[in-house]
Protein backbone atom coordinates (compact mmCIF):
# COMPACT_ATOMS: atom_id res chain seq x y z
CA UNK A 1 0.00 0.00 0.00
CA UNK A 2 2.64 2.48 0.77
CA UNK A 3 3.42 2.73 -3.33
CA UNK A 4 -0.91 3.15 -3.71
CA UNK A 5 -1.35 7.11 -3.81
CA UNK A 6 -4.62 7.63 -1.84
CA UNK A 7 -6.91 10.79 -1.83
CA UNK A 8 -9.42 11.67 0.80
CA UNK A 9 -12.45 13.77 -0.96
CA UNK A 10 -14.64 15.69 1.80
CA UNK A 11 -18.21 15.99 -0.11
CA UNK A 12 -19.45 19.28 1.32
CA UNK A 13 -23.10 19.65 -0.02
CA UNK A 14 -24.44 22.88 2.00
CA UNK A 15 -28.28 22.94 0.97
CA UNK A 16 -28.60 19.56 3.14
CA UNK A 17 -32.43 18.67 3.72
CA UNK A 18 -32.73 17.20 7.02
CA UNK A 19 -30.54 20.27 8.56
CA UNK A 20 -29.64 22.64 6.29
CA UNK A 21 -26.27 24.78 6.55
CA UNK A 22 -24.92 21.90 8.35
CA UNK A 23 -21.03 21.85 6.96
CA UNK A 24 -20.89 25.06 8.28
CA UNK A 25 -22.84 24.69 11.34
CA UNK A 26 -20.50 25.94 14.61
CA UNK A 27 -19.42 22.78 16.89
CA UNK A 28 -18.06 24.59 19.70
CA UNK A 29 -17.44 27.39 18.18
CA UNK A 30 -16.01 25.74 14.65
CA UNK A 31 -17.36 24.67 11.61
CA UNK A 32 -18.36 20.91 11.35
CA UNK A 33 -16.32 20.95 8.40
CA UNK A 34 -13.70 22.11 9.94
CA UNK A 35 -13.53 19.31 12.36
CA UNK A 36 -13.75 17.14 9.92
CA UNK A 37 -11.06 18.45 7.66
CA UNK A 38 -8.73 18.67 10.82
CA UNK A 39 -9.71 14.72 11.98
CA UNK A 40 -8.66 13.60 8.30
CA UNK A 41 -5.60 15.57 8.57
CA UNK A 42 -4.63 13.82 11.20
CA UNK A 43 -4.64 10.31 8.97
CA UNK A 44 -1.68 9.95 7.35
CA UNK A 45 -2.63 7.26 5.15
CA UNK A 46 -4.36 9.76 3.23
CA UNK A 47 -1.73 11.81 0.57
CA UNK A 48 -4.03 14.27 -0.24
CA UNK A 49 -7.36 15.65 1.39
CA UNK A 50 -10.14 17.78 -1.02
CA UNK A 51 -13.35 19.57 0.21
CA UNK A 52 -15.89 18.99 -2.80
CA UNK A 53 -18.26 21.77 -2.64
CA UNK A 54 -21.51 23.41 -4.54
CA UNK A 55 -20.70 26.71 -2.26
CA UNK A 56 -18.79 29.43 -2.59
CA UNK A 57 -19.18 30.05 0.60
CA UNK A 58 -17.97 26.23 1.63
CA UNK A 59 -15.25 27.54 -0.65
CA UNK A 60 -14.17 30.70 1.14
CA UNK A 61 -14.07 28.87 4.25
CA UNK A 62 -11.54 26.49 2.36
CA UNK A 63 -9.49 29.68 1.27
CA UNK A 64 -8.92 30.81 4.76
CA UNK A 65 -7.52 27.67 6.25
CA UNK A 66 -5.69 27.19 3.10
CA UNK A 67 -7.43 23.71 2.52
CA UNK A 68 -7.66 22.07 -1.36
CA UNK A 69 -11.10 22.49 -2.43
CA UNK A 70 -12.97 22.11 -5.79
CA UNK A 71 -16.24 23.57 -6.71
CA UNK A 72 -18.69 20.74 -8.31
CA UNK A 73 -21.57 20.78 -10.21
CA UNK A 74 -24.77 21.86 -7.33
CA UNK A 75 -27.16 19.17 -9.86
CA UNK A 76 -24.84 16.26 -8.84
CA UNK A 77 -27.17 14.07 -6.84
CA UNK A 78 -24.78 12.55 -4.43
CA UNK A 79 -21.92 12.82 -2.28
CA UNK A 80 -20.45 10.19 -4.49
CA UNK A 81 -20.89 11.77 -7.77
CA UNK A 82 -18.91 14.79 -5.98
CA UNK A 83 -16.15 12.80 -5.30
CA UNK A 84 -16.12 11.52 -9.07
CA UNK A 85 -16.21 14.50 -10.09
CA UNK A 86 -13.06 15.31 -8.46
CA UNK A 87 -11.48 11.99 -9.43
CA UNK A 88 -12.15 13.43 -13.56
CA UNK A 89 -9.59 15.62 -12.12
CA UNK A 90 -7.07 14.20 -9.75
CA UNK A 91 -5.55 11.22 -10.68
CA UNK A 92 -5.10 8.63 -7.53
CA UNK A 93 -5.27 5.08 -7.06
CA UNK A 94 -8.09 4.87 -4.05
CA UNK A 95 -10.21 7.53 -3.32
CA UNK A 96 -11.70 7.71 0.20
CA UNK A 97 -15.04 9.05 0.86
CA UNK A 98 -15.26 10.85 3.78
CA UNK A 99 -18.84 12.69 4.41
CA UNK A 100 -18.50 16.23 5.32
CA UNK A 101 -20.57 15.80 8.40
CA UNK A 102 -18.67 13.23 10.39
CA UNK A 103 -16.71 14.93 12.77
CA UNK A 104 -15.31 12.36 14.84
CA UNK A 105 -13.81 10.30 12.28
CA UNK A 106 -9.94 8.67 13.53
CA UNK A 107 -7.28 7.28 11.83
CA UNK A 108 -8.72 3.85 12.48
CA UNK A 109 -11.36 4.01 10.54
CA UNK A 110 -9.35 4.80 7.12
CA UNK A 111 -6.76 1.88 8.34
CA UNK A 112 -9.92 -0.51 8.17
CA UNK A 113 -10.60 1.01 5.28
CA UNK A 114 -7.60 0.29 3.50
CA UNK A 115 -6.74 -2.76 4.94
CA UNK A 116 -9.03 -4.91 1.84
CA UNK A 117 -7.10 -3.32 -1.27
CA UNK A 118 -4.24 -5.41 -0.35
CA UNK A 119 -5.86 -8.73 -0.83
CA UNK A 120 -5.92 -7.63 -4.54
CA UNK A 121 -6.91 -6.39 -7.39
CA UNK A 122 -10.60 -7.93 -7.61
CA UNK A 123 -11.85 -5.64 -4.00
CA UNK A 124 -12.84 -2.70 -6.11
CA UNK A 125 -14.48 -0.73 -2.88
CA UNK A 126 -14.54 -0.88 0.51
CA UNK A 127 -16.60 0.13 4.03
CA UNK A 128 -16.52 -0.47 7.48
CA UNK A 129 -18.54 -1.71 10.14
CA UNK A 130 -19.00 -1.70 13.95
CA UNK A 131 -21.08 -3.49 16.82
CA UNK A 132 -24.41 -2.11 16.61
CA UNK A 133 -25.82 -0.97 19.87
CA UNK A 134 -28.66 -2.45 21.37
CA UNK A 135 -30.83 0.65 21.28
CA UNK A 136 -29.57 0.98 17.48
CA UNK A 137 -30.53 -2.61 16.40
CA UNK A 138 -34.45 -1.64 15.38
CA UNK A 139 -33.44 1.96 14.19
CA UNK A 140 -34.24 2.67 10.68
CA UNK A 141 -31.68 5.21 10.88
CA UNK A 142 -28.95 2.94 11.97
CA UNK A 143 -27.78 1.22 8.39
CA UNK A 144 -27.24 -2.52 9.11
CA UNK A 145 -24.79 -4.76 7.16
CA UNK A 146 -24.65 -8.33 6.52
CA UNK A 147 -21.24 -9.76 4.66
CA UNK A 148 -20.02 -13.13 3.38
CA UNK A 149 -17.00 -15.05 5.26
CA UNK A 150 -14.55 -13.19 3.11
CA UNK A 151 -15.86 -9.51 3.90
CA UNK A 152 -17.27 -9.08 0.64
CA UNK A 153 -20.98 -7.25 1.22
CA UNK A 154 -24.14 -9.38 1.20
CA UNK A 155 -26.94 -6.55 2.09
CA UNK A 156 -27.28 -3.07 3.99
CA UNK A 157 -30.59 -2.47 4.72
CA UNK A 158 -32.59 -0.45 7.55
CA UNK A 159 -34.17 -3.34 8.45
CA UNK A 160 -32.93 -5.46 11.21
CA UNK A 161 -30.91 -7.78 9.70
CA UNK A 162 -30.04 -10.86 10.22
CA UNK A 163 -33.67 -11.52 10.99
CA UNK A 164 -33.63 -13.71 14.18
CA UNK A 165 -36.45 -16.25 13.25
CA UNK A 166 -36.55 -18.54 16.27
CA UNK A 167 -35.94 -15.75 18.98
CA UNK A 168 -32.20 -17.20 20.05
CA UNK A 169 -30.93 -14.31 20.66
CA UNK A 170 -27.43 -15.54 19.14
CA UNK A 171 -27.64 -12.93 16.31
CA UNK A 172 -24.76 -10.42 15.75
CA UNK A 173 -25.78 -6.70 14.09
CA UNK A 174 -23.27 -4.43 12.40
CA UNK A 175 -23.88 -1.11 11.98
CA UNK A 176 -23.00 0.61 9.02
CA UNK A 177 -20.85 3.30 9.01
CA UNK A 178 -20.92 5.93 6.00
CA UNK A 179 -17.43 6.03 4.94
CA UNK A 180 -16.22 4.63 1.88
CA UNK A 181 -12.85 3.70 -0.37
CA UNK A 182 -12.83 3.14 -4.13
CA UNK A 183 -10.06 2.52 -6.42
CA UNK A 184 -10.37 4.78 -9.54
CA UNK A 185 -12.53 2.83 -12.10
CA UNK A 186 -14.88 1.69 -10.00
CA UNK A 187 -15.51 4.96 -8.85
CA UNK A 188 -15.24 6.28 -12.26
CA UNK A 189 -18.32 3.52 -13.49
CA UNK A 190 -20.39 4.38 -10.30
CA UNK A 191 -21.53 7.64 -12.30
CA UNK A 192 -22.44 5.65 -15.31
CA UNK A 193 -24.85 3.74 -13.33
CA UNK A 194 -28.12 4.85 -12.88
CA UNK A 195 -30.27 4.82 -9.27
CA UNK A 196 -31.43 1.51 -8.76
CA UNK A 197 -34.22 -0.09 -7.19
CA UNK A 198 -33.26 -1.33 -4.53
CA UNK A 199 -30.94 1.44 -3.86
CA UNK A 200 -34.70 3.63 -4.18
CA UNK A 201 -36.46 1.62 -2.15
CA UNK A 202 -33.87 1.40 1.27
CA UNK A 203 -32.64 5.23 0.36
CA UNK A 204 -29.33 3.62 0.11
CA UNK A 205 -26.74 4.48 -2.39
CA UNK A 206 -24.32 1.77 -1.48
CA UNK A 207 -26.83 -1.20 -2.64
CA UNK A 208 -26.07 0.47 -6.23
CA UNK A 209 -22.59 -1.10 -6.15
CA UNK A 210 -24.13 -4.83 -4.81
CA UNK A 211 -27.24 -4.43 -7.56
CA UNK A 212 -24.25 -4.24 -10.61
CA UNK A 213 -22.18 -6.36 -8.99
CA UNK A 214 -19.01 -4.27 -8.16
CA UNK A 215 -16.83 -5.79 -4.91
CA UNK A 216 -18.07 -4.18 -1.81
CA UNK A 217 -16.06 -5.31 1.32
CA UNK A 218 -16.49 -4.29 4.92
CA UNK A 219 -13.88 -4.11 7.30
CA UNK A 220 -14.77 -4.23 10.89
CA UNK A 221 -13.76 -0.80 13.36
CA UNK A 222 -14.17 -0.40 16.75
CA UNK A 223 -15.18 3.40 17.07
CA UNK A 224 -18.68 4.36 16.28
CA UNK A 225 -19.22 7.52 14.31
CA UNK A 226 -22.22 9.93 14.52
CA UNK A 227 -23.12 11.55 11.21
CA UNK A 228 -25.07 15.05 12.28
CA UNK A 229 -28.37 14.80 10.47
CA UNK A 230 -30.46 16.40 13.37
CA UNK A 231 -30.33 18.99 16.22
CA UNK A 232 -29.84 16.23 18.63
CA UNK A 233 -26.84 14.84 16.67
CA UNK A 234 -25.23 18.51 16.77
CA UNK A 235 -25.33 17.54 20.91
CA UNK A 236 -24.23 14.54 20.78
CA UNK A 237 -21.52 15.12 18.98
CA UNK A 238 -20.57 18.36 20.72
CA UNK A 239 -20.38 16.30 23.95
CA UNK A 240 -18.16 13.68 22.64
CA UNK A 241 -16.18 16.32 20.54
CA UNK A 242 -15.66 18.28 24.45
CA UNK A 243 -14.85 15.04 25.45
CA UNK A 244 -12.03 14.02 23.14
CA UNK A 245 -10.19 17.20 23.40
CA UNK A 246 -11.73 19.23 25.69
CA UNK A 247 -12.85 21.97 23.19
Known amino acids: MSEIRILGVIPARLASTRLPGKVLRPLLGKPMLQW???????????HEIVVATDSEEVGALCQAHGWQWQMTDAALPSGTDRMRAVALEREADIYVNIQGDEPLLQPEHIDALLRPF??????????VKTLCAPENIHNPNAVKVVH???GRALYFSRATIPYDRDGAGKAT???HLGLYAYRRDALLRFGTLAASPLEQTERLE?????ENGLALYVEAVEFDTVGVDTEADVACVEALLQERFGA
Open 206 to 210: QLRLL
Open 148 to 150: ATD
Open 36 to 46: VVEAAQRCPQL
Open 173 to 175: YWK
Open 118 to 127: SRGMHVECST
